[in-house]
């Protein structure tokens, strides 16, 4: 919160030359604010993994290989174009 708030401070403002202190508030923002989303980093990225992972694993020798689609928004609506692709991709009869 602090992060998000030191920026737009009334106190903080940077000048020009850039002074030193304010360099230093707005790094220690983004410091903040790179550990406060450190933690929420693999949980948010595992549906990107298994989507790597499935593609990676596709094979029209081997046909069936779909990712799992889970939640809304971007992520999933490209999961089910992979998956829409890969069922293109494999023959007709499988």
Known sequence: ???NVLPVSPRVALSH????HGVLVLCGGLIARLAANAPSLPTG????QRLTKTMADASLLEPGH???I?????????TETV?????????SGQ
């Open 45 to 48: 990225l595992a549906p990107l």
């Open 66 to 68: 779909r990712a799992r």
């Open 83 to 91: 998956n829409v692709m890969l069922s293109r991709l494999e023959p």
């Open 17 to 20: 030359p850039v002074a030193a």
């Open 70 to 78: 889970t939640g809304r928004g971007e992520l999933a609506d490209l």
């Open 1 to 3: 919160m602090i992060a």
